[in-house]
Structure formats: structure tokens, C-alpha cells
């Protein structure tokens, strides 16, 4: 256990429909990242926040999909209308910010199924 | 763009041997890279970081090794055992221009030590 929890760990949902992820950080950490991961490959850059701005946004995160971390804690990933491509493991990490040792700690990972 | 490779792809050894897991990236320009493990349907653990001004890092049996003038690293696991036995996923943090601060990830090689 990394201390980044995630919730919830499965997600089964129909097509077109909305989904919401949660992540916990470690609690002293102001920075956190969304990752997705599909199957036989690495993890691949969403967005990353650091306290509540979110500074960088990679082009796999269409339009449908948002991110906020409110309050600079915890943070939501939404995508709407799923499409079954969206279909993967989202990760999150945080880290606290050590230049050069800078380590990020992953989650669990939330696992979303699109039929 | 950075690309980061990791060969083999898959590789199966008897329990006690001592691996090594290779790990390439093209830009040079590296702030740090970072060394993970991942069992199957669960999120990723850090095993070692190495800073683009060290040369190697080590952490019990682990060992990691890094050339950034040939865009090479190398874990070197001592004394295998078959809970060894996971993915193993290599990431590099690019330069620190900016807020540059995503990982960009290989494939993972999976590794299973057979007892």
C-alpha cells in the first residue's frame, strides 16, 4: 500500500454513460497525476495538478473528460459519454515535490469497463 | 517525443539466477528515471529512482544502472525468487524545462521466476 488510494477499483458501465473517479493522495503531497493504462502497455500521461491548478493536459484527454482537485487534496476524473475505447486502468499518483528525487507514488488503479 | 523501449518483452528464468531487465529512451535530456513493478490488475510500485546526475542506485537485491549519453538503463535483480515474478516498467521524467513533469513509460518486461 503506496498511501493513494483510489475508489472505485471496478467500473462496469454502458455505453455513453458518465463516470467519476476519486483519488486520495499521500497527505503532504501537492502533486498529483492522472495516468491510463491499457492492456500489455505502460501508463500514459493524462493531466497533472499541482495544489489545485491543474498545469498540464495531455492531448489523449479529449474534451469529454475532466479533471478537478477542488481543494488541492483529493481528485475527480470525470469522462462523459463513454465510448468503449475509454475502456482501461486509470492510475493516479502524487508526489511531494523533490526536484530531481522526485518520486511519484501510484494508486490501484480503478479499472473501467465500457459495454 | 520521447520513447522509452523495453526488451525483452517477456523473460522466464529458474529461481536463484540473477537477471538483468533492459530499458531505452531516445532524448537524453532526462531528468530523472524511474524503475516500477506491477502484478497483475494492481497499480505500480517504485523500486528505485535514479537522479540524471547518479550513475546507479541500489536497493537490496535491486540494482539500477543509468547512461544517459548511450540512453540506456538496466535493473539488475540478484538471487531471484518467484516472488519476483511481476512487470517490470521503466519511466523517465524529460527535462526540466518548464512543468514537464509526467513520466513517459516502456512496455514493461514480465518477468516470471519459476520456482
Same mark, same amino acid.
Request: with cysteine; hydrophobic share 30%.
Given at each position: ?26 497527505? @503532504? ?25 491543474? =498545469? @498540464?493536459?495531455?492531448?489523449? =484527454? ?14 475527480? =476524473?470525470?469522462?462523459?459519454?463513454? @465510448? ?32 | ?17 540473477? !537477471? ?23 497499480? /505500480?510500485?517504485? /523500486?528505485? !529512482? ?9 536497493? #537490496?537485491? !535491486? ?7 548511450? #540512453?540506456?538503463?538496466? !535493473? ?19 527535462? &526540466?524545462? #518548464? &512543468? ?7 512496455? #514493461? ?7
Amino acid at each position: 500500500d503506496t498511501g493513494v488510494s483510489q475508489d472505485p477499483r471496478h467500473k462496469i458501465t454502458k455505453r455513453g454513460q458518465n463516470v467519476t473517479f476519486r483519488c486520495d493522495p499521500i497527505s @503532504e503531497h501537492n502533486r498529483l497525476y492522472w495516468y491510463r493504462q491499457t492492456l500489455g502497455q505502460g501508463p500514459e500521461f493524462l493531466t497533472y495538478f499541482q495544489n489545485e491548478a491543474q =498545469l @498540464e493536459k495531455s492531448r489523449l =484527454l479529449s474534451d469529454r473528460f475532466s479533471a478537478e482537485r477542488p481543494k488541492g487534496s483529493f481528485s475527480t =476524473l470525470e469522462i462523459q459519454r463513454t @465510448e468503449q475505447g475509454d475502456s482501461a486502468m486509470y492510475l493516479c499518483a502524487s508526489s511531494l515535490g523533490q526536484g530531481r528525487a522526485d518520486t511519484q507514488y501510484f494508486g490501484p488503479g480503478t479499472r473501467l469497463t465500457v459495454l | 517525443k520521447q520513447e522509452v523501449t523495453q526488451i525483452p518483452a517477456a523473460l522466464s528464468v529458474p529461481e536463484g539466477e540473477n !537477471l538483468v531487465l533492459n530499458c531505452s529512451f531516445t532524448d537524453s535530456a532526462i531528468y530523472n528515471l524511474q524503475w516500477f513493478r506491477q502484478d497483475p490488475g494492481k497499480g /505500480l510500485t517504485s /523500486l528505485l !529512482l535514479i537522479q540524471s546526475s547518479q550513475r546507479e542506485q541500489t536497493s #537490496g537485491r !535491486l540494482n539500477a544502472s543509468l547512461d544517459k549519453s548511450s #540512453g540506456r538503463s538496466t !535493473l539488475y535483480i540478484a538471487a531471484s525468487q518467484p516472488g519476483d515474478s511481476a512487470t517490470y516498467l521503466c519511466a523517465v521524467r524529460r527535462g &526540466s524545462s #518548464g &512543468s514537464a513533469r509526467q513520466l513517459t513509460f516502456g512496455s #514493461g518486461t514480465q518477468l516470471t521466476v519459476l520456482p
